[in-house]
């Protein structure tokens, strides 16, 4: 059976594993298995609260053209996104967007085009294409890298070339195998470390 996570209910997490102060902050890498592409991110944690500054580095190819993203993301202490900002440069130009919670669950979404303030069905957190750093939010805060459960997680969804902003629902299933993931652009089992930041996203990405 899978369950609708969304509302306040879902907030608090168990605890995440080996979150030792020593091994914070650090820096993440990952590679793309078949595309030129790089994700690095320096990563703060503070019990739940997560801080994280990155940037994605794409060389074009048929997924994509050459691009340079970089991102900035605050959670709260439950690990529910407080705000992001996004800045993508393609040979066209670049494009900047920012995506904030506020206290009473309404999203603030801001880019080149449009302002848009709305619940999006009760997400928690953020979700940005050809990103495997950001999966680790609704996997740390539901402890899916500690436990079996079954979750459907509305998310706002970010595309980090054109810096669309969307709803979309993702569907996580953790087991002694991984966690299954069905996004909307990809299906696939992840595995990940102890603190539940992706190890190897097949078809995606694999840390270095």
Known sequence: MITQASGAEHVSIPATGSTDAKNWPSILTWRAHDVPRMESVRVQLSGNRIKAAGRIIGAACSDHPAFSASYDL?????????????????????????????DEGYWMVENSTSHQRSTYSGALDVDMVLSPFFNTLPIRRFGLHTQVQDLEVPTVY???????????????????????????????????????????????AERI
């Open 158 to 204: 970010v595309n980090v070339l054109d810096l669309s902003i969307q709803e979309a629902t993702l569907t996580y299933s953790s087991g002694s195998e991984g966690i299954h993931v069905i996004s909307p652009v990809s299906t696939s089992s992840v595995t990940v470390d102890a603190d539940g930041f992706v190890l190897d996203y097949p078809g995606l």
């Open 74 to 102: 605050v959670t709260d202490e439950y690990g529910v996104t407080k705000r992001l900002s996004v800045r993508t440069s393609l040979a066209s130009g670049d494009r900047q967007a920012s995506v904030s919670r506020d």
